[in-house]
């Protein structure tokens, strides 16, 4: 059997790491890469190393946003409606919202959803800030888009739970979209019935 060199045999270990990229795949790219130009290699290994480094989290709700900054666009946009709070897991959800081009208000980044299996608890979230914005006047709305999955739903109703004596309106996407979809593989006509239509949470 063939041993490869180390660094490929390194490249080929850290892309199968990746989410939905098996060892066949890792292979493919590692040697595409080893083949690309150079320029290829090091615009990609440049990136790399800035997604870390030039990168932050905004500290109102919680989207990526550049390193140094306090606030991400969206929080800094004095255009965006300040009475509705749309409430995402993760930050590819926000940009999912963002093209369907039918919501102007602001967000509010979980990072991630209730999951006692994986030991993801309220505490692990950022669910506290979230409260504390309703308790600050910041919203009149809440519209909870966690997916449509088991975890998902746990996570809206837990949410509902702890906004229910606040004076909030709280609502729901519709179901628009497919149960154990995610939002960032949705489509933007689902996306905005689902948002259009969204209802109050009972």
Known sequence: MAILPAPLQNLINALSRLPGIGPKTASRLAFFLLRAPDD????????????KS???????????TLAGQDQCEICSNSQ??????????????VLAMERTGG?????HVLGGVLSPIEGVGPDD?????????????????????TNPSMEGDATALYLRQQLLNLPVRVT????????GGDLEYADQNTLLRALAGRQEMW
């Open 40 to 51: 290829l290699s090091g615009q990609l290994a440049s990136a790399l190393s800035e997604l």
């Open 54 to 64: 030039a990168t932050g989290t905004c500290k109102i709700c919680f989207n990526i």
């Open 80 to 93: 965006r409606a300040d009475g509705t709070i749309c409430v995402v897991e993760e930050p590819m959800d």
């Open 103 to 107: 919501f102007n208000g602001r967000y």
């Open 125 to 145: 979230l950022k669910i506290r800030p979230l409260i504390e914005r309703v308790r600050n006047g910041e919203a009149k709305e809440i519209i909870l888009a």
């Open 172 to 179: 729901r996407l519709a179901r628009g979209l497919p149960v």
